[in-house]
């Protein structure tokens, strides 16, 4: 087990790339339960150690680093780690007074903001607890604040992380012993190794592009075709204050809205789909918080929106297997009805032209790309604001599906998720959707300069989602 090495695909190592300092490219959650439920009454940190510990053999990113290969030569490899300590990883915190929501929001901000290190396994779990003043959570509830490197996991793997460290029942056992208990890791590998591992992935650059090549031209001829039509979707995204360069500094905030009424509301509509209700929700927000700065945008702003091509029997695979589609959000529509059948054929365009280019395109197109040109190119994008000029998108909204019923840590259970994203240069808001146990939630992230006042815009949304639900 410590002598395996993993190569990083090309979609991860891009993760790895893109990293810097005012963006770290990690995501993340904030969690929170009620533990009036659990032994005694609360837990202790230690016993939280215990559980951690016994889990560490459901999910390979928990004990996983990246070793570099010299010159950028190939992608980065996955080890086991040789030094791995998981009090490194997971932290215990108190919330500072007033112990209220916009302080859980504040700190939330200020741990998300701080990049991983990356030489270690690329995660971190801050418990955090005093969380009593919090409007509708329970006494004496707690948070966890997940936040794993992006390289590592994606949307849909990172829900199979959250059941590696919960059950669907309050009961659960922590084991006298575990697999991981005496092990030793191998040794790192040379740099030799990693030089000779670098060269074997380069001869494989030609079948690379001879694939491609193969695969795509005609896909690209038909895509040529269909753009033609001069579909919403494939509009230049207009200059918005998220299209700025970043700072380190973070801000958040998060909303709950029922997952029936999302439903009813999409019945309502003609062809919509829970996924339309809830990016033309979004698209409502970003229309009511831009015209409260005065800065009303006459077309609408575009979403990335990351969509899983992970198989069944790829499922609790880690790693990231994702395509990108570009969908207009109906931003710069005030009518909700009128906003939601904008998106619905907006979606139906983004989706068509998915098709006509392959689920795989993005992966494809990044195989092309060498390592070492992939890496440099990378940091030039981020460090010289390149990545702000090229307005290919103007926030990320990601949909995430979690499990339908109630979920618990050591007894435990889930009151509240909210998903955490990377705000980037050029994409500073980054918008989770997760659905759990009925709810959907929202979590919001951005850059402290571009969004100074996170609870306005999460007002913003819940007053999008309330017209919604007047729609006749």
Same mark, same amino acid.
């Given at each position: 087990?410590?002598?395996?090495?993993?190569?990083?695909?090309?979609?991860?190592?891009?993760?790895?790339?893109?990293?810097?300092?005012?963006?770290?490219?990690?995501?993340?959650?904030?969690?929170?339960?009620?533990?009036?439920?659990?032994?005694?009454?609360?837990?202790? @940190?230690?016993?939280?150690?215990?559980y951690y510990r016994s889990r560490l053999d459901r999910a390979k990113v928990f004990r996983r680093r990246r070793v570099n290969v010299p010159f950028n030569l190939g992608n980065p490899y996955w080890i086991e780690d040789p030094e791995f300590d998981i009090e490194f990883h997971i932290r215990h915190i108190a919330l500072p007074e007033p112990r209220d929501w916009r302080q859980l929001t504040i700190l939330a901000a200020r741990l998300f903001s701080r990049p991983l290190d990356l030489n270690?396994?690329?995660?971190?779990?801050?418990?955090?607890?005093?969380?009593?003043?919090?409007?509708?959570?329970?006494?004496?509830?707690?948070?966890?604040?997940?936040?794993?490197?992006?390289?590592?996991?994606?949307?849909?793997?990172?829900?199979?992380?959250?059941?590696?460290?919960?059950?669907?029942?309050?009961?659960?056992?922590?084991?006298?012993?575990?697999?991981?208990?005496?092990?030793?890791?191998?040794?790192?590998?040379?740099?030799?190794?990693?030089?000779? !591992?670098?060269?074997?992935?380069?001869?494989?650059?030609?079948?690379?592009?001879?694939?491609?090549?193969? !695969?795509?031209?005609?896909?690209?001829?038909?895509?040529?075709?269909?753009?033609?039509?001069?579909?919403?979707?494939?509009?230049?995204?207009?200059?918005?204050?998220?299209?700025?360069?970043?700072?380190?500094?973070?801000? @958040?905030?998060?909303?709950?809205?029922?997952?029936?009424?999302?439903?009813?509301?999409?019945?309502?509509?003609?062809?919509?789909?829970? !996924?339309?209700?809830?990016?033309?929700?979004?698209?409502?927000?970003?229309?009511?918080?831009?015209?409260?700065?005065?800065?009303?945008?006459?077309?609408?702003?575009?979403?990335?929106?990351?969509?899983?091509?992970?198989?069944?029997?790829?499922?609790?695979?880690?790693?990231?297997?994702?395509?990108?589609?570009?969908?207009?959000?109906?931003?710069?529509?005030?009518?909700?009805?009128?906003?939601?059948?904008?998106?619905?054929?907006?979606?139906?365009?983004?989706?068509?032209?998915?098709?006509?280019?392959?689920?795989?395109?993005?992966?494809?197109?990044?195989?092309?790309?060498?390592?070492?040109?992939?890496?440099?190119?990378?940091?030039?994008?981020?460090?010289?604001?390149?990545?702000?000029?090229?307005?290919? @998108?103007?926030?990320?909204?990601?949909?995430?599906?979690?499990?339908?019923?109630?979920?618990?840590?050591?007894?435990?259970?889930?009151?509240?998720?909210?998903?955490?994203?990377?705000?980037?240069?050029?994409?500073?808001?980054?918008?989770?959707?997760?659905?759990?146990?009925?709810?959907?939630?929202?979590?919001?992230?951005?850059?402290?300069?571009?969004?100074?006042?996170?609870?306005?815009?999460?007002?913003?949304?819940?007053?999008?989602?309330?017209?919604?639900?007047?729609?006749?």
């Open positions: 087990m410590g002598d395996t090495m993993q190569p990083l695909s090309d979609i991860d190592a891009l993760f790895l790339n893109l990293d810097t300092r005012n963006t770290p490219m990690h995501i993340g959650s904030l969690s929170i339960y009620d533990q009036s439920k659990a032994p005694g009454g609360f837990l202790r @940190f230690t016993d939280i150690l215990a270690k396994p690329l995660w971190e779990v801050y418990v955090i607890e005093g969380l009593d003043s919090i409007d509708g959570i329970a006494p004496n509830s707690f948070a966890l604040l997940h936040k794993v490197h992006h390289s590592a996991i994606d949307g849909v793997s990172g829900a199979e992380l959250l059941a590696a460290t919960h059950e669907l029942g309050p009961d659960y056992d922590i084991p006298a012993t575990s697999r991981y208990d005496g092990w030793q890791a191998g040794s790192m590998p040379s740099d030799l190794a990693m030089y000779v !591992n670098g060269l074997i992935q380069s001869t494989r650059m030609p079948g690379k592009y001879a694939r491609y090549m193969r !695969n795509f031209a005609g896909r690209w001829v038909d895509a040529r075709q269909w753009l033609q039509g001069g579909h919403r979707s494939m509009q230049v995204a207009p200059d918005s204050p998220f299209n700025q360069g970043v700072t380190p500094h973070r801000v @958040f905030d998060g909303v709950r809205f029922s997952l029936e009424q999302i439903k009813a509301v999409k019945n309502r509509v003609e062809g919509c789909t829970v !996924n339309d209700v809830i990016i033309a929700i979004c698209g409502g927000g970003m229309h009511k918080y831009l015209a409260s700065r005065e800065e009303g945008i006459s077309d609408s702003l575009l979403a990335m929106m990351p969509k899983s091509t992970r198989s069944e029997a790829a499922m609790r695979d880690e790693g990231n297997q994702i395509s990108i589609m570009r969908v207009a959000i109906g931003s710069h529509i005030e009518d909700a009805r009128e906003r939601l059948e904008f998106v619905r054929d907006s979606t139906h365009d983004a989706k068509e032209l998915l098709s006509i280019l392959g689920e795989d395109v993005v992966a494809e197109t990044l195989a092309l790309i060498s390592p070492a040109v992939a890496n440099l190119a990378g940091k030039v994008l981020m460090a010289t604001g390149l990545s702000e000029s090229v307005r290919m @998108f103007n926030t990320v909204v990601t949909n995430v599906p979690g499990p339908p019923v109630p979920l618990y840590f050591m007894g435990c259970e889930m009151q509240q998720f909210y998903g955490m994203g990377p705000a980037a240069s050029g994409l500073g808001l980054f918008q989770v959707v997760f659905s759990y146990n009925g709810i959907v939630s929202i979590g919001c992230v951005s850059c402290r300069e571009m969004m100074p006042d996170p609870a306005f815009y999460a007002r913003c949304l819940e007053e999008a989602y309330q017209e919604m639900l007047e729609l006749g």
